[in-house]
């Protein structure tokens, strides 16, 4: 089995059933969305039922554009640390529209907060201060647009949504790996809005 050239402290953890589950969904999507040829798809099946450790588990995924999504909880922990060193940007959007696009300075935390708004993030020419981004949202009648550039991942596993809210990811999976991690955060209700997309 080929290793990870990305050391992890977790790398020596012991793995079971669920995560074996999880590493097996990400490797049927990357199959699925072209990544992999059969011969690959299994072959690394096999290495992800062979696996002991997080650092197996990872090998089996590497250079895929998934592979991040694997330990969900390392991001979640990652992403507080590298948002120590800066300031996060704040935008209001009650009855108003924020926008930011073209050459941007992404920090490695945004806060929006919108009652009746609408805000529209491009990140596709952004420049990304950390590799991990904690986008969090407070949203009341909201519609929040995010433009993906072609290496830009994204999850929202930690955004909760009431009241007709919807999520729509239209982005599909990045077209290369190794960009920013963005990761929502926080709750949106009362028919708000996340549209999410590629150019």
Same mark, same amino acid.
């Not at 941007?104 to 952004?126: C, H, M, N, R, Y």
């Given at each position: 089995m080929s290793g990870n050239p990305e050391s992890n402290p977790n790398d020596d953890l012991r793995v079971g059933t669920p995560e074996r589950e999880r590493a097996i969904e990400l490797l049927n999507g990357a199959f699925a969305n072209g990544y992999l040829d059969v011969d690959e798809f299994g072959e690394r099946s096999s290495e992800v039922h062979g696996a002991r450790t997080r650092g197996e588990l990872r090998a089996s995924l590497r250079q895929l554009p998934a592979q991040p999504q694997l330990f969900p909880e390392e991001v979640t922990a990652g992403r507080g640390a590298a948002r120590a060193g800066g300031k996060p940007l704040k935008l209001d959007a009650d009855w108003d =529209? #924020?926008?930011? #696009? /073209? $050459? %941007? $300075?992404?920090?490695?935390?945004? +806060?929006? =907060? !919108?009652?009746? /708004? =609408?805000?529209? @993030?491009?990140? +596709? @020419?952004?420049?990304?201060?950390a590799p991990v981004v904690e986008l969090a949202l407070q /949203?009341?009648?909201?519609?929040? #647009?995010? #433009? @993906?550039?072609? *290496?830009?991942?994204?999850?929202? *596993?930690? @955004? !909760?949504? =009431?009241? %007709? !809210?919807?999520? $729509? *990811? $239209?982005a599909g999976p990045p077209v290369r790996p190794g960009g920013p991690m963005i990761v929502m955060t926080g709750h949106i209700g009362a028919a708000s809005s996340v549209v999410i997309k590629r150019p």
């Open positions: =529209t #924020k926008r930011r #696009k /073209g $050459k %941007w $300075k992404v920090p490695a935390e945004i +806060v929006v =907060t !919108s009652q009746a /708004g =609408t805000v529209d @993030l491009d990140f +596709v @020419l952004a420049d990304f201060t /949203g009341t009648v909201a519609t929040i #647009k995010i #433009k @993906l550039g072609r *290496d830009q991942h994204i999850t929202y *596993d930690d @955004l !909760s949504t =009431t009241g %007709w !809210s919807t999520v $729509k *990811d $239209k």
